[in-house]
């Protein structure tokens, strides 16, 4: 079983989520999770297996943004927008933010462009306005330094700073709720497989999940684990804190 989940990166919490036998089968789950979802205003970020047509479509139904991260599986489009950046490559930008922490160098630079001309060689891509290309450099000692460049389309227009902004916002999914939900909650060691009992597990740990970010206290999230495991008085607060927005409808 695959979960298929939606992600607030501005409040941190899960909004929806929906089952596919593998993952695979992301491509078909993705438009049910988008229809069941209000995302009127927002910007909508998917990595490259969601780079669909009909994903896009979805989305502007929905009267929000897409950032499709785009690489071989649309090999056209993919080309098209790396050669729209040839020159912008081959230029040393002057923005790159460098981060040295733990033996590494990193570096990353963003960078967009109108996709007026690409918009209109692939009409089918619903009001594409943006590319974008985000460069990321890492070394490390002992090894050999890695050059990425990754491509986008966007729906919306957006700067450089914003499109920087959105690109960071997306890996949210994995540090802030894959490897939580492994690490504090243990998701990869369940063995509950039977009928839906692993569907319903996942949901009751996302939910569980989404309750303890909503309590305040400044501490760890297995801390308030803890703290809900040993005080009644605790679990309370986490639960009525987690309930509060249901009740405010």
Request: charged content about 25%.
């Amino acid at each position: 079983m695959h979960m298929v989940n939606a992600f607030a990166c501005s409040n941190n919490m899960v909004i929806g989520q929906v089952r596919t036998d593998a993952k695979s089968n992301e491509i078909m789950a993705i438009p049910e999770l988008i229809k069941i979802l209000d995302l009127k205003g927002a910007l909508v970020s998917i990595d490259a297996m969601g780079c669909q047509k009909s994903i896009a479509n979805s989305i502007i139904e929905q009267k929000a943004d897409y950032v499709l991260a785009v690489k071989g599986n649309q090999p056209s489009l993919h080309e098209a927008i790396k050669s729209s950046f040839s020159e912008c490559r081959q230029s040393v930008s002057q923005e790159l933010l460098l981060n040295k922490q733990h033996g590494r160098l990193e570096a990353r630079s963003y960078h967009v462009l109108n996709a007026k001309e690409v918009a209109a060689n692939f009409p089918e891509w619903p009001k594409l306005k943006t590319l974008g290309m985000a460069m990321s450099y890492r070394q490390e000692k002992g090894k050999e330094p890695s050059l990425e460049y990754r491509y986008y389309i966007i729906s919306a227009k957006l700067d450089e700073e914003s499109f920087g902004e959105a690109v960071r916002s997306h890996w949210a999914v994995e540090n802030n709720l894959h490897w939580v939900l492994d690490a504090s909650l243990k998701e990869d060691n369940c063995q509950i497989y039977k009928d839906n009992g692993a569907e319903n597990w996942a949901i009751l740990r996302q939910a569980s999940l989404n309750m303890l970010r909503a309590e305040p206290t400044k501490t760890s999230i297995p801390t308030k684990q803890k703290r809900a495991w040993m005080k009644t008085s605790f679990l309370e607060r986490v639960l009525r804190a987690g309930l509060a927005p249901m009740s405010k409808k």
